[in-house]
């Protein structure tokens, strides 16, 4: 007796239908407009813009090592009198003005992104005390990291533009013709060697936010990746 032939029909036809709800990988930082399903992505993106701040606050009070962008801004609070929040709206707005050779346009979400993570990040400062235990350092480190990955993936999928640093990484890729990953790893080591020569926090954190972050945000983007009407 002839073994059964192996047919199609094994293989289900899931990817036309993930492909079909949930947008590519290299479409997910390209903004749409503001007028497709507005009360489904303004809150989308100011809620993952808020997570994004409280994360911030979670790995700065944990102390034991900061992302790049946070150990320069940590960094800059030891030489003046603005608050965290406050030097990450400074610098997010200078960071804007390099769009302006490279020809980038802000647009809601990149205003957004300098005001909502200012406040929340100087209200989880607030909120959570200073000086803890290792025990809970660790777990806020922790937490700190997986709730970054979430609200990127959050206000990312809103879909309705980059923040300055995220717009200057893709528009110097553009202008120069460089991989978006070189130029990455270019702009946040000298942002890291700065924060850390300013004082900012480079630890055992900093590897590990590195090394998890994107991973935690591949999983949930496709959960919260907006897709465009036809």
Known sequence: MSPRPI???????????????????????????????PL?????????????????SLLVRASLGLNPWS??????????????GTISAVLGALVLLLWIPL????????????????????????LIPENLELPARIALLTG?????????????????????????MTGASAATGRSIRLVRTLIEITVLATGWLLGGSVG??????????????QFFMPRFAYTSTP
Do not use: C, M
């Open 204 to 217: 055992a954190g900093t590897v590990l936010y590195a090394l998890t972050v994107g991973p935690i945000t």
């Open 71 to 84: 150990a320069l801004h940590e960094g800059l609070t030891h030489h003046t009198t603005l608050s965290f």
């Open 103 to 126: 020809k980038q346009r802000p647009t809601l979400g990149t205003a957004a992104n300098i005001i909502v993570l200012a406040y929340s990040a100087d209200l989880g400062l607030a």
């Open 40 to 56: 489904r992505r303004l809150p989308q993106l100011l809620i993952g813009l808020t997570l994004y701040g409280l994360s911030l």
């Open 144 to 168: 700190g990291v997986l709730l970054n990955g979430l609200s990127v993936a959050i206000y990312v999928g809103a879909r309705l533009g980059p923040g300055p640093r995220d717009g200057l």
């Open 7 to 37: 047919t199609l029909q094994t293989r289900p036809h899931w990817p036309e239908r993930a492909h079909h709800h949930t947008p590519e990988p290299t479409t997910w930082n390209s903004p749409t407009s503001l007028g497709e399903r």
